[in-house]
């Protein structure tokens, strides 16, 4: 922070340890036209404001409305900025900021957020039900390939007991062990899931005992 200098008086030469000398002034603004200069103000730069109530709760002062406003605004354009850097989107910079809008542009461009936000999300949220409908999809296609390798294995083990049993009752008047009706009744039940890979040692585990 500079030093302070009284209106109109020759201000000393700065030495290399000190800063620019600043200028105390108190502004008397009326309320319809303090947007307009506090903007002017902020865009030259070079005005420093001094809070002259710092007794005062933030949530008791005049333009807290405003400022919270502004806040918001400033959030939304944070998430929408991490969302275009997470996907890689290459952005725009100018290197000049924009000037303060006026009170009637702060409605639409509050609108505008809203409406990019609200947007963004419902993408997220669309791409994550996406996502998780393949996952589910892909393990039951696998389910299905795996399930589809069991029963054909089956059918054909089947196929060799039967005609191992034509065989030997050629061979034979009467087989010891009449296994045919079983066979016709036999009815497999058969329960199939998938598994993360650090499930399966446990699931294995838990089979064996």
Same mark, same amino acid.
């Given at each position: 922070?500079?030093?302070?200098?009284?209106?109109?008086?020759?201000?000393?030469?700065?030495?290399?340890?000190? &800063?620019?000398?600043?200028?105390?002034? *108190?502004?008397?603004? *009326?309320?319809?036209?303090?947007? *307009?200069?506090?903007? +002017?103000? #902020?865009?030259?730069?070079?005005?420093?404001?001094?809070?002259?109530?710092?007794?005062?709760? &933030?949530?008791?002062? /005049?333009?807290?409305?405003?400022?919270?406003?502004?806040?918001?605004?400033?959030?939304?354009? %944070?998430?929408?900025?991490?969302?275009?850097?997470?996907?890689?989107?290459?952005?725009?910079?100018? #290197?000049?900021?924009?000037?303060?809008?006026?009170? %009637?542009?702060?409605?639409?461009?509050?609108?505008?957020?809203? /409406?990019?936000?609200?947007?963004?999300?419902?993408?997220? /949220?669309?791409?994550?039900?996406?996502?998780?409908?393949? &996952? +589910?999809?892909?393990?039951? /296609?696998?389910?299905?390939?795996?399930?589809?390798?069991?029963?054909?294995?089956?059918?054909?083990? %089947?196929?060799?007991? %039967?005609?191992?049993?034509?065989?030997?009752?050629? +061979?034979?008047?009467?087989?010891?062990?009449?296994?045919?009706?079983?066979?016709?009744?036999? @009815?497999?039940?058969?329960?199939?899931?998938?598994? @993360?890979?650090?499930?399966?040692?446990?699931?294995?585990?838990?089979?064996?005992?």
């Amino acid at each position: 922070m500079g030093d302070y200098v009284t209106p109109g008086e020759e201000p000393p030469q700065p030495g290399i340890y000190r &800063s620019e000398q600043m200028c105390l002034a *108190q502004l008397y603004l *009326q309320s319809d036209a303090s947007y *307009q200069c506090v903007a +002017e103000l #902020g865009e030259l730069g070079l005005v420093q404001f001094r809070d002259l109530n710092p007794d005062v709760s &933030s949530f008791q002062r /005049k333009y807290v409305n405003e400022v919270r406003r502004c806040d918001e605004m400033e959030r939304k354009l %944070r998430y929408l900025e991490r969302e275009i850097k997470k996907d890689q989107i290459p952005m725009l910079d100018t #290197g000049e900021n924009p000037d303060a809008p006026l009170p %009637r542009e702060m409605i639409d461009l509050e609108a505008t957020f809203e /409406k990019l936000e609200n947007e963004l999300r419902e993408v997220n /949220k669309n791409e994550e039900t996406l996502k998780k409908n393949f &996952s +589910e999809l892909t393990e039951l /296609k696998h389910i299905l390939r795996k399930t589809q390798t069991f029963f054909e294995e089956v059918d054909h083990d %089947r196929w060799r007991i %039967r005609e191992g049993q034509r065989v030997r009752s050629i +061979e034979e008047e009467e087989p010891l062990i009449d296994i045919g009706g079983d066979m016709d009744d036999t @009815r497999l039940s058969v329960q199939a899931a998938m598994l @993360r890979l650090g499930l399966v040692d446990s699931a294995e585990q838990a089979t064996i005992h």
